[in-house]
């Protein structure tokens, strides 16, 4: 089975060939980046319309890496929700355009689904049961994973994000755009000494999270300082201090989600899971306690289309299917995904 996987939810058009078999036969990515730099953010309108330009080359792209053409695909897989609506149109339209002018299944596939499968991409690779802390620009979530499509949400960020955080924070300290990677960057320079952040909610029980708390630390701790004293290395401590205390946050839920399931497995996906320290604490602590963590390789954990031709070829295997009629949904709970009423053969690991 090809399966095509279209990903428009935000600011990056992403496409990608899977097969049932052989496993990732070719992908490509378009990242809007540069177009939404000036602005200081994503601008909805703008992010929509690059992807009804890119699209469609992008899908000719991969098919030709590929070897195959249009007539090679048995269905096609797009980003419904969530995300930015204009977007999500964008990729839904054509998907299912296509899928009807082919005649071929096309089948609507939750983004953080998407995310929270790429690891099973690789090799080696976890097995169901496992634990997800789901990290990125728009969600913190740590959720109890049975099988495809049995999640189960253990904890939620009652505020920002820790991507969220990560950008807001670096634009108070002045970085480009975008800002969590760049503040990441700037944090490998800091001297970890210097300052000392909350750990949000790690004081009570619970696996909830709070991060809107560090930003305005962060901005405090900035104003203490007189104006001609605050140089880079001044910036470079915030942002160590913040990066320290969001991984430290995420170790510890996590630790605690592990042991209050027992289970032995720590999938951790989206954006922020590419942060090199938050890899590093976890796969640490993880071993500490006899548990093993696991992580989507770097291009898997920002947007890509991969993860959604991935999770699209599971759910058609397992005889889903839906009606020519479609829409896409914004705001979409994790928790609303139902599971296929057959399960998946097991799929293969990626082919690239």
Known sequence: MNVLGIESSCDETGVALYNDRAGLLAQGLYSQVRLHAEFGGVVP??????????????????????????????????????????????????GRSLAWGLSIPALA???????????LLE???????????????????????????????LGNSLDD???????????????PYPGGPELARLAQRGDTRRFRFPRPMTDRPGLEFSFSGLKTFALNTLADVPEAERDDQLKADIACAFEQAVVDTLVIKCRRALQQTGWQD??????????????????????????????????????NGAMIAFAGCLRLQAGEAQDLAYGVRP??????????????????EAGM
């Open 45 to 94: 309108e703008l992010a929509s319309r690059d992807h009804i330009r890119k699209a469609l080359p992008l899908i000719r792209q991969v098919l030709a890496d590929a070897g195959l053409g249009l007539g090679d695909l048995d269905g096609i897989a797009y980003t419904a929700g969530p995300g930015l609506v204009g977007a999500l149109m964008v990729g839904a339209s054509i």
């Open 109 to 119: 596939v939750h983004h953080m689904e998407g995310h929270l499968l790429a690891p």
């Open 123 to 153: 090799s080696p690779r976890p097995d169901f049961p496992f634990v997800a802390l789901l990290v990125s620009g728009g969600h913190t979530q740590l959720v109890a994973v049975a099988g495809l499509g049995q999640y189960r949400m």
């Open 161 to 175: 994000a820790a991507g969220e955080a990560f950008d807001k924070t670096a634009k108070l300290l002045g970085l």
């Open 266 to 303: 720590l999938v951790l996906a989206g954006g922020v899971s590419a942060n090199q320290r938050l890899r590093q604490r976890m796969g640490q602590e993880c071993a500490k306690i006899g548990a093993r963590a696991w992580y989507p390789r770097l291009e898997f954990c920002t947007d």
């Open 331 to 348: 705001r979409w709970p994790l928790d609303d995904l139902a599971a296929p009423s057959a399960g998946p053969d097991v799929a293969p």
